[in-house]
């Protein structure tokens, strides 16, 4: 039991990571950018690709994975084999906060954005 169960744990981890690069990876290819995949440190990849200064292109592209885990993880339903998945995709939440790679890009498009409508 405690073998199937540290399998699922690192099974729900590695799914929940690969969902939130794959989000990043597709609404990029939307926004016809030029994404890429690429292996980085503790992380088996993340997604790449080159800034053309469209904050709101880069606010989406940044919010849509956490966003879509934390209601993915919100809408699970809760049982003795869901439970780590669930709080992984909850996790999510934190790379909404603007000490994450995320979450610093979010605030930072809002700010541009703002910018750009005052001038």
């Known amino acids: 039991m405690i073998i199937k169960l540290s399998i699922l744990y690192v099974l729900s981890i590695y799914v ?25 440190g503790l992380y088996p990849f993340k997604v790449v690709y080159t800034n053309r ?32 998945l669930k709080v992984s995709c909850i996790s999510n939440i934190f790379n909404l906060l603007p ?4 979450g610093e890009i979010i605030l930072l498009s809002i700010f541009q954005i703002f910018r750009r409508r005052n001038k």
């Open 53 to 84: 200064n469209n904050p709101l292109d880069n606010l989406l592209i940044s919010a849509i994975s956490p966003l879509f885990l934390v209601i993915v993880g919100i809408i699970l339903p809760l049982n003795y084999y869901t439970v780590i």
């Open 16 to 40: 929940v990571l690969l969902v939130h690069e794959w989000l990043h990876f597709i609404l990029a290819k939307f926004f016809k950018y030029n994404a890429y995949i690429k292996r980085v």
């Open 99 to 102: 000490f994450t790679a995320d």
